[in-house]
């Protein structure tokens, strides 16, 4: 006998079956015919009749592997694979694509008879309520059957169930159900809405899956609600049906016409071939975009008329009124309109959580994110480099700004200070001019013929040197001071005489200048003082370009004579002794003043003072010591200024300030004191 063991796995790809087989004696097995095994719709629960109990042998059994085949493994693949939709093997699809055609009829009929119809007679209330209006009328019959399909399945169901045929009465609940069947699928509107809520699974996948997930979960989910796709409404079917005149009622069309007119205009471009796939990971990304901007404008043909009338409890055939029927209407509506908006709800959840969950997206924004953080660092960088650049070009600029309003600072004090130089050069040459020219004016014998064509009067001579002052500048103002002996002529302990001849070249410039000429006069003392400023300067690098020739013992015995004989307090003692030392020597090379005083100076610091000298004897001779003052000296002599204030009478003043200060004579007080004077004055300017 045969013993066979069978294993049923099921699998999203295929249906396995294996088989292991072995021949063994276990007595006698009921055939498969008269095995009874009936519908799970027409009994309670499969029948299990025991046959025997089966020893299976310690050895391996041989196992074969059955390949999967048949028109609905086939029809499963295609699916799976995105060939075709769940609508594809429907009449509705192959009357939509022209595809329809006797083969294919048959092929069907070849199916529906296949499967075993339901006795509805037979079946207790739970399954008959169980039980859809398209297995009602027949069991075979797909959700999207034409009208022809329907009302050929209703006939059928008429000879089987009529009460004629049955003799169950008019109230017979099988053929009122049947009847129900046939009102609701043959009417467009009922059907629209009773094909929207039988057999559909709302339930979204959770939100958070994996990754790994997502197109496990979100793939069969998206298909599922492409039912209600506008290119899926059944009444668009119908419309098309009727259209065609295929056996058709005119008051069919007019109804249909007249209620389907929200079908037509739900109706998008899309069909069925050109509707976006969901795809997989290596989906371009364009048309990942494309599949979610479908969904996002997603307008779905769902009709809850029948569910919002089951869920009111209103029965508007039944209402006593049009008042109340009116109401009826309104509440139904209302919950039309909350039903409709949670179920697009349902859907933009879906859609969100499917974008926020698709991994293609995701990857779309990290790069997208990398790219604006590059993006946004570039522009970083590029805003400090110009913010840098502008920094560098505002300080280059503030400095340069400030160099300039530094170097203007300057140049205004320059100016300002140079002025107030020039003015204070201008004031003293102005005190000069008047001092000097009063000095050479009293110096003046009115006797000798020297001022004569002058001034007739010191009113007249003020006059022209104010008029001198209030012309010429300093520097001309000089010029004129020189000519008349520059300011030595003027000094207290000075010997530099007066030259009052110098007067007559300033009553001639006073003159020119009253007269607006061009002050000949002047511009010749100019000429002539720089031409003699010219040639003691070349006398000068004359002298120091040739070495000094050494004092004979001649020269040494003159300039000691000539130092006894003239000497000091007297005027122009230094030419003196020079013209003496000259005159004596006889020299081809005659000495100059600064020489005799140079050598003078020189023995007389290195020569000790006489024996039984004293500093009182030295002070009351008057001469020159030639010793280096030391600070002690410099400490009385500014005593003795202290003591003995200008007022005084200035020989008598001097002379008690020489006494005060041992070993120095009343001179070296004087040049000590004008060369500290001088010294404060330069230190001032």
Not at 288 to 316: C, G, I, M, P, Q
Not at 420 to 431: W, Y
Not at 578 to 583: E, S
Request: hydrophobic residues 30%; contains cysteine; proline residues 4%.
């Amino acid at each position: 006998m045969c013993a066979q063991k069978l294993t049923t796995h099921f699998s999203p790809s295929q249906l396995v079956f294996d088989i292991k087989t072995h021949f063994h004696s276990i007595g006698t097995v009921m055939p498969p015919e008269q095995s009874k095994v009936e519908d799970p719709m027409t009994t309670e629960g499969p029948v299990i009749t025991p046959v025997a109990t089966l020893d299976w042998p310690s050895t391996p059994l041989a196992t074969s592997t059955i390949q999967c085949a048949g028109r609905s493994y086939l029809a499963y693949e295609s699916r799976a694979l995105n060939l075709r939709t769940f609508l594809h093997s429907s009449s509705f699809y192959r009357q939509a694509n022209g595809s329809s055609n006797a083969n294919d009829a048959a092929d069907n009929e070849d199916d529906a008879e296949k499967k075993k119809e339901y006795d509805l007679l037979t079946m207790s209330d739970r399954k008959l309520k169980k039980l859809s209006y398209y297995q009602v009328l027949q069991r075979g019959l797909p959700m999207h059957a034409s009208s022809d399909d329907i009302r050929k399945a209703y006939h059928k169901a008429c000879l089987k169930y009529h009460p004629d045929k049955t003799g169950r009465g008019e109230e017979d609940e099988v053929f009122l159900l049947v009847k129900a069947a046939f009102d609701t699928l043959s009417d467009p509107i009922k059907r629209r809405s009773y094909d929207s809520t039988v057999d559909f699974d709302e339930s979204i996948p959770k939100e958070g899956i994996d990754e790994a997930d997502f197109y496990k979960e979100y793939g069969p989910c998206f298909e599922r609600n492409l039912r209600f796709a506008s290119f899926n409404d059944p009444a668009r079917q119908t419309a098309k049906e009727e259209s065609g005149g295929g056996g058709g009622k005119k008051k069919n069309k007019r109804k249909s016409g007249m209620k389907n007119n929200r079908s037509s205009n739900n109706l998008s471009g899309h069909t069925k071939e050109s509707c976006p796939k969901f795809g997989d990971d290596e989906t371009p990304l364009d048309q990942v975009h494309a599949f979610y901007e479908f969904w996002v404008n997603f307008d779905s043909w769902r009709d809850f008329t029948l569910k919002a009338t089951s869920e009111t409890d209103h029965d508007v055939e039944a209402a006593d009124s049009r008042d109340e029927k009116r109401w009826m209407k309104q509440e139904i509506d209302r919950k039309i309109k909350k039903m409709k908006k949670e179920e697009m709800a349902r859907i933009n959840l879906m859609v969100e959580r499917a974008m926020a969950t698709d991994p293609r997206l995701k990857r779309e924004k990290r790069r997208e994110a990398a790219e604006k953080a590059k993006a946004a660092e570039e522009k970083r960088i590029a805003e400090e480099a110009a913010a840098e650049k502008e920094r560098i070009e505002r300080e280059a600029r503030e400095a340069a700004e400030k160099k300039e309003a530094e170097a203007a600072a300057n140049k205004k004090a320059n100016d300002k200070k140079a002025k107030e130089q020039q003015k204070k050069q201008l004031r003293k040459a102005k005190q000069l001019f008047r001092k000097i020219t009063m000095v050479a004016y009293k110096a003046a014998c009115p006797n000798d013929g020297s001022t004569e064509n002058v001034w007739d009067d010191l009113e007249q001579m003020n006059d022209d040197i104010e008029l001198l002052c209030d012309s010429l500048s300093a520097i001309e103002l000089n010029s004129l001071s020189d000519a008349l002996g520059g300011s030595g002529a003027v000094e207290e302990e000075d010997s530099t005489p007066v030259c009052v001849g110098a007067l007559v070249d300033v009553r001639q410039c006073a003159v020119e200048t009253a007269a607006g000429a061009e002050r000949q006069s002047l511009l010749a003392i100019k000429q002539r003082n720089e031409a003699r400023k010219e040639a003691a300067d070349k006398e000068r690098e004359q002298k120091q370009a040739k070495a000094s020739a050494p004092w004979t013992k001649d020269e040494l015995g003159a300039l000691a004579k000539a130092v006894k004989k003239y000497p000091a307090g007297g005027s122009n003692r230094w030419e003196a002794i020079a013209l003496f030392v000259n005159n004596l020597c006889k020299q081809a090379e005659p000495r100059s003043k600064e020489e005799c005083i140079e050598k003078y100076n020189s023995i007389a610091a290195s020569a000790a003072p006489p024996s039984g000298s004293t500093d009182k004897d030295t002070a009351a001779d008057g001469e020159d010591s030639g010793a280096p003052w030391t600070e002690e000296q410099d400490s009385l002599l500014q005593e003795m200024l202290r003591k003995y204030p200008a007022d005084m009478d200035k020989n008598e003043r001097w002379k008690s300030i020489a006494k005060g200060v041992p070993g120095r004579s009343k001179k070296e007080c004087v040049d000590r004191f004008k060369a500290i004077r001088e010294a404060v004055k330069q230190g001032k300017n």
